[in-house]
């Protein structure tokens, strides 16, 4: 179900980061970043609420975090890959 929903409405830009002591741009690129790699992961048959909620997770863990600026873009994408697994898991079962 994918198909029916678009990468795009998921996106954020700066002013939708809050505030970062300059670092916005940094954060809304790297999350983008993030997103668009959960999104090559979810199945294409995936339900558009558990993709709904799988990549709007990503956001409310990530929040205020740290790690947005500090981590390595591959610990970052190795969490992703955890926590979409950790989620799809709960989410069907």
Same mark, same amino acid.
């Given at each position: 179900?994918?198909?029916?929903?678009?990468?795009?409405? %998921?996106?954020?830009? !700066?002013?939708?980061?809050?505030?970062?002591?300059?670092?916005?741009?940094?954060?809304?690129?790297? =999350? &983008?970043?993030? #997103?668009?790699?959960?999104?090559?992961?979810?199945?294409?048959?995936?339900?558009?609420?558990?993709?709904?909620?799988?990549? &709007?997770? #990503?956001?409310?863990?990530?929040?205020?975090?740290?790690? =947005?600026?500090?981590?390595?873009?591959?610990? =970052? !994408? +190795?969490?992703? !890959?955890? %926590? #979409?697994?950790?989620? =799809? +898991?709960?989410? #069907?079962?």
């Amino acid at each position: 179900m994918k198909d029916l929903l678009n990468v795009q409405d %998921y996106l954020f830009s !700066t002013a939708d980061v809050g505030d970062w002591e300059g670092e916005e741009e940094h954060v809304a690129e790297t =999350l &983008n970043e993030l #997103i668009h790699f959960a999104w090559q992961q979810l199945p294409d048959d995936l339900e558009c609420e558990i993709i709904d909620n799988v990549i &709007n997770g #990503i956001w409310e863990h990530l929040r205020g975090d740290l790690a =947005l600026l500090e981590a390595e873009f591959e610990e =970052l !994408t +190795d969490w992703v !890959t955890h %926590y #979409i697994q950790s989620s =799809l +898991d709960e989410q #069907i079962s």
